[in-house]
């Protein structure tokens, strides 16, 4: 079976849609989890694949959290062999950084479920399925500068650089398409600090994750599917 390592930050958020994607595509994945394994061990260019998940710290923190650093620097690696690698979030934001480009507080926070737009060349990337239905979860307070060379695929009004890629083999998601109903209250608790100083409404956020659920599960493995399918290895 092919290799696919996901580094996770918080414990609920996991692949979640993304993973039968990966399991239909022979990948036998292995979650790398921050502060348990070794971020030194792991062999940045040898693994088939490399998912890069979200969490609730900023992708230039590195003076607090020592770790980005590190995986920064698998990132380069990554990146430097054009090994196969998708960032999520917070994921995202390090190839961002990891390609040299500006990762900043947006000034805004955008959370909850709303369309994201694509470009042209997202229409006709593996983000296609947004094209007929491009509702979303967005949960983040940071962006980054486009990074030299990287085709943007998607925005909203809120945030210029929803998606991008760096040929087929290099791409970073702003957005959670792996979010769905399915675990979503733990995303709720896990996240209740921010989303009480933000003032999100919580029964809202739940409401919208059911009443989308079942297509936003649909969306996620056929833009895996797509992406796995045009990689160049």
Known sequence: MKSAIAIRHVGFEDLGAFAPALRA????????????QELWTLEPVKTDLLIV????????????Y????????ILEQRL??????????????LIARAAGARVFPSGVKEIGFAPIRLTQAGQYS?????????MTLHWHGDTFDLPAGAARLASTDLCENQAFAMGPNIIGLQFHPEASAKGFEKWLVGHAAELATAKIDVPRLRADAQRYG????????????????????
Not at 26 to 36: A, L, P, R
Not at 66 to 73: G, K, Q, R, T
């Open 25 to 36: 595509a022979g990948y036998q994945v292995h979650y790398w989890d921050t502060g348990e």
């Open 66 to 73: 020592p770790f980005l650093a590190e995986e920064i620097a």
């Open 80 to 93: 430097a062999a054009n090994r196969p690698t998708l960032g999520i979030c917070l994921g995202a934001q």
């Open 126 to 134: 593996c983000l296609a399925p947004f094209a007929v239905e491009p």
């Open 53 to 64: 998940l979200g969490g609730p710290i900023g992708a230039y923190e590195d003076h607090a």
């Open 214 to 233: 079942a297509e936003l599960e649909r969306k996620a493995q056929a833009v895996l599917s797509n992406w796995l399918g045009g990689l160049e290895v």
